[in-house]
């Protein structure tokens, strides 16, 4: 059983800076997309950033391109650098895997929760003005 354990979420201010990791623990060979999500209070949970396929793409949603940066290091671990941060990236963010994001990624331009059989609980990022 996969397991994806979330932390480095809290609160600062805007233009300051937060690290997210994700700790995988379990079989995760066949997981080649791993991804990060957030939800904000009232709203659909929207693809962040992603890590896929074998050459280790990555991924961004148009509101954090040049301001977050996605990895995965060997050990399963995937990080979520933030920086500039602004309110509206306040949220819920969770970590998520699953076997293939690509063809939402090339087709649709985004992140689909169906892709992904896999979530953390979350961790609450809060950025004040």
């Known amino acids: 059983q996969l397991q994806l354990v979330e932390s480095g979420g809290g609160s600062v201010q805007a233009g300051g800076s937060l690290r997210l990791s994700c700790v995988v623990s379990g079989y995760n060979r066949n997981n080649h997309c791993m991804a990060w999500f957030r939800q904000a209070p009232g709203g659909k949970r929207e693809g962040v950033a992603a890590?896929?396929?074998?050459?280790?793409?990555t991924y961004y949603t148009e509101a954090v391109k040049g301001r977050f940066n996605v990895s995965r290091d060997n050990a399963e671990t995937l990080y979520l650098q933030m920086t500039s941060l602004k309110p509206d990236d306040t949220a819920m963010y969770f970590c998520?895997?699953?076997?293939?994001?690509?063809?939402?990624?090339?087709?649709?331009?985004?992140?689909?929760?169906?892709?992904?059989?896999?979530w953390g609980q979350g961790t609450q990022v809060t950025v004040s003005s």
């Open positions: 998520a895997a699953g076997p293939n994001c690509m063809r939402a990624i090339q087709t649709l331009g985004v992140l689909v929760e169906i892709d992904f059989a896999h």
């Open positions: 890590v896929y396929g074998v050459d280790r793409n």
